[in-house]
């Protein structure tokens, strides 16, 4: 079983910062790779950002690149999404996935919803 759950979200005015949370249970723990998504109102979910495991290597769409920053906690199970420089259009549904015994995200979390004030 692989539970993921998101947190964190909120009301943010333009500019400013909130920190997303997910923590991992289950087969979460071996994940490959972890990473985060958004879905706006009447959009497609879209990638937001990407860290890998067994190399800390981090990946960012080029929407968030340098204000979002993803990091993890080992001890505590758990991957963060740092959003800074918050803008309106990054108002969305904010889901953290993980790729489970392979490449591609094959567990989600329920979400967590960031809105523009």
């Known amino acids: 079983q692989v539970q993921l759950v998101e947190s964190g979200g909120g009301l943010v005015q333009a500019g400013g910062s909130l920190r997303l949370s997910c923590v991992a249970s289950g087969r979460a723990l071996s994940a490959r790779k972890m990473g985060w998504f958004r879905q706006a109102p009447g959009q497609e979910r879209e990638y937001v950002a990407a860290?890998?495991?067994?190399?800390?290597?981090?990946y960012y769409a080029d929407s968030v690149q340098g204000r979002f920053t993803i990091s993890r906690d080992n001890a505590k199970k758990m991957v963060f999404l740092q959003m800074n420089s918050l803008k309106p259009e990054d108002t969305a549904v904010y889901y953290c996935?993980?790729?489970?015994?392979?490449?591609?995200?094959?567990?989600w979390g329920q979400g967590t919803q960031v809105t523009d004030a």
């Open positions: 996935a993980a790729a489970v015994a392979t490449t591609s995200y094959n567990y």
């Open positions: 860290l890998t495991w067994t190399d800390h290597s981090t």
